[in-house]
């Protein structure tokens, strides 16, 4: 059974599949959904407690 992505990689990918973008081709040799992360975490950030928010990140580093 595969590993579920992080919620921040699944936005990511949602706001390049938005934009129209292949979210695995390559830009500046990183997948295109990185580059959306800046957007995906000013969102999350407004939307989640501070504490969701460590919680979230946390989840990542652990995965």
Do not use: F, H
């Not at 292949?22 to 830009?27: E, N």
């Amino acid at each position: 059974m595969r590993t579920p992505k992080p919620a921040r990689e699944r936005a990511a990918r949602a706001l390049c599949a938005l934009n129209d973008n292949p979210p695995d081709i390559k830009m500046d040799g990183k997948p295109m959904w990185i580059s959306y992360l800046p957007e995906v975490d000013a969102v999350l950030r407004v939307a989640l407690s501070q504490e969701d928010w460590d919680k979230l990140k946390a989840a990542e580093t652990q995965t």
